[in-house]
């Protein structure tokens, strides 16, 4: 394995081979060549705002410390001793002056330099070494904070390519631009291959599928209340049923795909209280406030941006819209686990906040409705490629009817198209074969 | 009311789950009822800060029907439970409600697998009669924090 002619007979126009999703050896090269290679998403700046702030993620399976600087940089140490290899920093996010090795007590500042070395007369002064690895690349994108293991590789900017638009409308959305990490942090596991959670984003023709018993439950609940008579329970109610449009409204909402593999699909909600909220008594006072921010013109352009799941290749999905997003860490070629971060925008009216919370529960949530059933599916994917007697898996919904657009983009025929998982295997490929 | 008599309400509830009777033991809940499972350690927000579950009893009871659901994939079959109470206390006793607290262990076996989980459990109960309704049920599954396999069982 791991010749590179044998990976690109893996991955074919409109199929790709089960070992891609099963193989444990495939598994630990995607480790070395994808997540040691791309762009990941790391967080928000929010969550490291003051000199000291930090906060511990992976990348890939490396575990990390991202942390604010003295001089107000990010910096992205690897969380490993650099004396025998304990973890400096413990789970979680904090504020520190020093990282101070629990072993033997080696200390680091915020940059990762080395500052302190108990029984220090016991070393050779000049082999020492200088501190934490610090993670080559770190790059900030209107707030969110990226990271890549591979000193060389394409800047962030051309990375993301047209996929910042979904960038700009998450941040354009917040009157005066500003967003936070709130709420708590959901963490949920599978298992299953990290890119079927990437692939099933995108989605369309899945929905009417692995959530049909969602869809039924929902349609048969209570009707939600008109604007001023709402019911806690109207988000998850509304949400669910949507996620029961008829095919035609799938067909037709606009699906994107980009050379790096990134997607993202347009909205398929015709619920006015979900996402535009026009229903919504606190929509006029959202309005207003990101009016008088952005001006009249600009907040309507705003405004008029109907996008939902963005994938931001190979380890992260968000919702612009709803202020959801998740990081993926891989843990095996057969298990996953995924963090989900919701946001506050920090001039809105406060109670919008309350429908981020319960759309992250009923949509997000390790006990919801919804995400139960796609991680049940997931497994069962798994187990299906975990098969040696079928080789193939077959991607062809829209397959030759792809439209180049004039931005960069590649569009689907249709909002169904499997154009998402092509792109991203096509570029699975490159970051696999690249020398 | 004496705790042995509250003992044998938590012991019921626990039953009619290890049963399969789902739908008994919605109508358990009072009309107003909130069923919470935190995501946070001391959590006392479950509007600003997500949960793991936080319905109130209209959503409750879509749980229950979707677990009935012939494509509810992560949740047909039903799981076999065991729900296993202890260390009842009863904590508060006002006029219109008790405060019960429990701790839960709950083994779910489904799919060939086997999961454990451990809860510090606070019911506040209204008296029914001879007999309690709930009126809130709080679960802190000592792992809320953790990173979890979906959960689809009923505690």
């Keep these: ?435 | 009311m004496s705790a042995m008599n509250v003992e044998q309400f938590l012991y019921h509830e626990a039953r009619l789950l290890d049963t399969q009777q789902l739908e008994a033991w919605l109508e358990l809940f009072t009309e107003d009822a909130t069923y919470w499972i935190p995501l946070e350690r001391n959590q006392q927000d479950p509007l600003e800060t997500s949960s793991i579950i936080h319905d109130d009893r209209t959503l409750l009871e879509l749980r229950v029907k979707q677990a009935r659901h012939p494509r509810a994939h992560a949740r047909q079959p039903l799981a076999r439970t065991v729900h296993q109470v202890g260390n009842v206390m009863v904590s508060e006793e006002g006029t219109g409600e008790i405060t019960v607290n429990s701790t839960l262990q709950l083994v779910e076996f489904r799919n060939e697998k086997q999961r454990l989980y451990g809860a510090l459990v606070e019911h506040r109960l209204r008296r029914a009669g001879e007999t309690f309704r709930i009126a809130h049920k709080r679960v802190d599954l000592v792992n809320s924090e953790g990173e979890l396999d979906g959960i689809a069982v009923l505690f």
């Design chain 1, 1 to 435: 394995m791991a010749a590179n002619e044998q990976l690109a007979m893996l991955v074919q126009a409109d199929r790709v081979h089960r070992s891609v999703y099963a193989d444990p050896a495939i598994f630990e090269l995607e480790m070395e060549r994808v997540f040691g290679r791309a762009w990941l998403v790391l967080g928000h700046e929010s969550q490291a705002r003051r000199p000291g702030d930090y906060f511990t993620t992976r990348m890939g399976r490396e575990p990390v410390v991202v942390v604010r600087k003295d001089n107000g940089e990010i910096a992205v140490l690897v969380n490993r001793c650099a004396h025998r290899g304990a973890t400096v920093c413990a789970e979680g996010r904090g504020n520190a002056e020093r990282f101070v090795c629990p072993y033997h007590g080696w200390s680091y500042d915020r940059a990762g330099m080395l500052q302190a070395v108990p029984f220090a007369g016991g070393y050779e002064k000049d082999k020492l070494p200088k501190g934490l690895k610090s993670v080559p690349r770190v790059s900030v994108y209107r707030g969110f904070i990226f990271a890549s293991l591979s000193p060389h590789g394409e800047d962030l900017e051309a990375f993301l390519g047209p996929a910042r638009a979904s960038f700009d409308d998450f941040v354009d959305r917040a009157p005066g631009g500003e967003l936070e990490v709130a709420g708590g942090v959901f963490k949920h596991a599978y298992d299953g291959n990290w890119k079927l959670m990437l692939e099933n984003h995108l989605d369309g023709a899945h929905p009417a599928w692995v959530h049909a018993s969602s869809v039924a439950v929902a349609r048969g609940a209570p009707e939600p209340g008109r604007p001023g008579e709402e019911h806690y329970y109207d988000i998850a109610v509304r949400q669910m049923r949507q996620n029961g449009a008829p095919d035609a409204v799938w067909d037709a909402i606009g699906m994107w795909t980009t050379p790096y593999g990134h997607g993202y699909m347009g909205d398929y909600h015709d619920d006015s209280r979900l996402v535009a909220g026009l229903g919504n008594p606190l929509f006029e006072d959202y309005r207003r406030r990101l009016v008088a921010a952005a001006g009249e013109k600009e907040a309507e352009r705003i405004l008029r941006v109907t996008l939902w799941n963005t994938i931001i290749y190979p380890n992260c999905s968000f919702m612009s819209q709803f202020r959801q997003l998740r990081i993926i860490h891989p843990v095996a070629v057969d298990r996953s686990v995924v963090h989900t971060y919701s946001f506050r925008m920090k001039d809105a009216p406060a109670r919008m906040f309350r429908d981020t919370v319960a759309f992250a529960n009923v949509v997000n949530g390790t006990g919801s409705w919804v995400l139960t059933d796609d991680l049940e599916v997931y497994e069962r994917i798994q187990r299906g490629l975990s098969s040696g007697a079928v080789d193939w898996v077959y991607l062809g919904r829209g397959h030759g009817r792809d439209v180049d657009e004039p931005d960069g983009t590649r569009r689907g025929a249709t909002g169904t198209s499997e154009i998402f998982v092509r792109a991203q295997l096509a570029a699975w490929l490159r970051y696999m074969s690249a020398k």
